[in-house]
């Protein structure tokens, strides 16, 4: 089955353009001309469609993926005028940068399918293992640790784990709040990827915290005590008994 027959297109474009309408009132209305980073999202659900459309508003190029790009018109047209819809393949090939947001037992279909056109390009992984739903490819991935599963499974891509703590519904909300911005873990073995990603997460409207390689990526991994904490950065540092 090709990757753009994955269970992404299970997922309701109604739903996706619902959750990228609950960016703060008022927030970036009038879209810059895009100037960024072209950015491919693999996985246009709810959280996919949420952080591309965070990006979008911030001035990014962004191509929406989908089996059906039609589908995902809504989503498109509450993202704004720096985003449209393609294939996986077209948003693999467009993006210098990639956002992959797919249930994790389609991870290793990505990196066979697409891995060529994700070669040498950082790509934020918000995959997360589900034993219950990923079967065999998520039990691997929790006891190998997620991160370096993850790199496994996109040879040759710089993979930063990023956006997998947080709900859509929570990064919709949080985003370019007032006060101290909600913190997003990363980690990753290249640190110009990690500089990449940083810079995108500050995009979307949040801080990042490097935790560290790969390897530490399990320590905001579901379940892990980094997880679903939509504590400020500091709150963060301490959490995952990160250096101040």
Same mark, same amino acid.
């Given at each position: 089955? *090709?990757?753009?027959?994955?269970?992404?297109?299970?997922?309701?474009?109604?739903i996706l353009a619902g959750a990228?309408?609950?960016?703060?009132?008022?927030?970036?209305?009038?879209?810059?001309?895009?100037?960024?980073? +072209?950015?491919?999202?693999?996985?246009?659900?709810?959280?996919?469609?949420?952080?591309?459309?965070?990006?979008?508003?911030?001035?990014? *190029?962004?191509?929406?993926?989908?089996?059906?790009?039609?589908?995902?018109? @809504?989503?498109? =047209?509450?993202?704004?005028?720096?985003?449209?819809?393609?294939?996986?393949?077209?948003?693999?090939?467009? %993006?210098? #940068?990639?956002?992959?947001?797919?249930?994790?037992?389609?991870?290793?279909?990505?990196?066979? @399918?697409? %891995?060529?056109?994700? +070669?040498?390009?950082v790509v934020l992984d918000a995959?997360?293992?589900?034993?219950?739903?990923?079967?065999?490819?998520?039990?691997?991935?929790?006891?190998?640790?997620?991160?370096?599963?993850?790199? =496994?499974?996109? *040879?040759?891509?710089?993979?930063?784990?990023?956006?997998?703590?947080? %709900?859509? +519904?929570?990064?919709?909300?949080?985003?370019?709040?007032?006060?101290?911005?909600?913190?997003?873990?990363?980690?990753?073995?290249?640190?110009?990827?990690?500089?990449?990603?940083?810079?995108?997460?500050?995009?979307?409207?949040?801080?990042?915290?490097?935790?560290?390689?790969?390897?530490?990526?399990?320590?905001?991994?579901?379940? #892990?005590?980094?997880?679903?904490?939509?504590?400020?950065?500091?709150?963060?540092?301490?959490?995952?008994?990160?250096?101040?």
């Amino acid at each position: 089955m *090709p990757v753009s027959e994955v269970r992404i297109a299970r997922r309701s474009v109604f739903i996706l353009a619902g959750a990228a309408l609950l960016l703060p009132h008022g927030w970036a209305a009038t879209a810059q001309p895009a100037a960024g980073t +072209r950015i491919g999202i693999i996985g246009s659900g709810r959280l996919g469609g949420t952080v591309g459309t965070l990006w979008a508003k911030a001035g990014h *190029p962004v191509l929406f993926s989908s089996r059906h790009p039609e589908r995902l018109k @809504e989503l498109v =047209e509450a993202a704004g005028p720096n985003a449209k819809a393609g294939t996986p393949a077209e948003a693999a090939a467009f %993006g210098e #940068a990639l956002l992959v947001a797919v249930p994790y037992g389609a991870l290793p279909q990505v990196g066979q @399918e697409l %891995g060529g056109a994700l +070669r040498g390009k950082v790509v934020l992984d918000a995959c997360n293992a589900v034993v219950t739903r990923d079967g065999a490819v998520g039990q691997a991935a929790i006891e190998r640790g997620i991160g370096l599963a993850s790199a =496994e499974h996109l *040879p040759g891509a710089r993979v930063v784990r990023a956006f997998n703590t947080l %709900g859509s +519904r929570v990064l919709a909300e949080g985003a370019h709040r007032a006060g101290a911005p909600i913190a997003i873990p990363i980690a990753g073995d290249d640190a110009a990827a990690l500089e990449t990603a940083a810079a995108l997460v500050r995009d979307a409207g949040f801080d990042p915290v490097v935790v560290g390689p790969l390897s530490r990526a399990s320590d905001f991994a579901m379940g #892990a005590r980094g997880y679903g904490q939509a504590v400020t950065a500091p709150e963060l540092r301490r959490i995952l008994d990160l250096p101040s």
